[in-house]
T-cell receptor, first 116, second 116 residues
Framework: DAGVIQSPRHEVTEMGQEVTLRCKPI?????LFWYRQTMMRGLELLIY????????DSGMPEDRFSAKMPNASFSTLKIQPSEPRDSAVYFC??????????????FGPGTRLTVL | AQSVTQLGSHVSVSEGALVLLRCNYS??????LFWYVQYPNQGLQLLLK??????LVKGINGFEAEFKKSETSFHLTKPSAHMSDAAEYFC??????????????FGKGTKLSVKP
């Protein structure tokens, strides 16, 4: 039973480059979440989708960040242009029930992004 | 606004000793409460959650937590630590009235070390 799949697992890029992170949620899950984890700020919610529709993107730090979910089995988080302060581990998570506050979120292994 | 405070960024115990990880929350309404565990280089995994009913919640791997409304606390305990418990633990809160639509607010995490 595959869990949440994220790619790449590690990404090293130079400042100014475009970065695209990918996520495949668990099949049948209706909600998808993107988080960022840093030592300074901990784990922060960036954006989440219900049934492929973005519901809350208030956590997206600035216009350089964008996220899409073109279908139920795929989502991307794009940073353009990237900056060194974007270096972090980015997690994708999915849950079964749309907007259910009690539902368990299942996390992927994360993408460790380093921007030089 | 909701918030979560985890007391102690690092906790060290001996194998076989009691594990106590502290979590206090701030919420205008009784919240839903969660503990997640993160093993090195992995995503977060749900340990347990409190939604309603019994205030003492049992989770996986022998962990349990008790919701104490009067103390606004949800401390995580395990009677006897095992080496495999070494990980980072995150407390999280979600809004009971559904306003956050499934958003989790995470604490900064507590890294647990277990000494042989």
């Amino acid at each position: 039973d595959a869990g949440v799949i994220q790619s790449p697992r590690h990404e090293v890029t130079e400042m100014g480059q475009e970065v695209t992170l990918r996520c495949k949620p668990i099949s049948g899950h209706n909600s998808l979440f993107w988080y960022r984890q840093t030592m300074m700020r901990g784990l922060e919610l960036l954006i989440y989708f219900n049934n492929n529709v973005p519901i809350d993107d208030s956590g997206m730090p600035e216009d350089r960040f964008s996220a899409k979910m073109p279908n139920a089995s795929f989502s991307t988080l794009k940073i353009q242009p990237s900056e060194p302060r974007d270096s972090a581990v980015y997690f994708c998570a999915s849950s079964l029930l749309q907007g259910a506050v009690t539902d368990t979120q299942y996390f992927g292994p994360g993408t460790r992004l380093t921007v030089l | 606004a909701q918030s979560v405070t985890q007391l102690g960024s690092h906790v060290s115990v001996s194998e076989g000793a009691l594990v106590l990880l502290r979590c206090n929350y701030s919420s205008s309404v009784p919240p839903y409460l969660f503990w997640y565990v993160q093993y090195p280089n992995q995503g977060l995994q749900l340990l347990l959650k409190y939604t309603t009913g019994a205030t003492l919640v049992k989770g996986i791997n022998g962990f349990e937590a008790e919701f104490k409304k009067s103390e606004t606390s949800f401390h995580l305990t395990k009677p006897s630590a095992h080496m495999s418990d070494a990980a980072e633990y995150f407390c999280a809160v979600s809004d009971r009235d559904g306003g956050s639509q499934g958003n989790l607010i995470f604490g900064k995490g507590t890294k647990l070390s277990v000494k042989p």
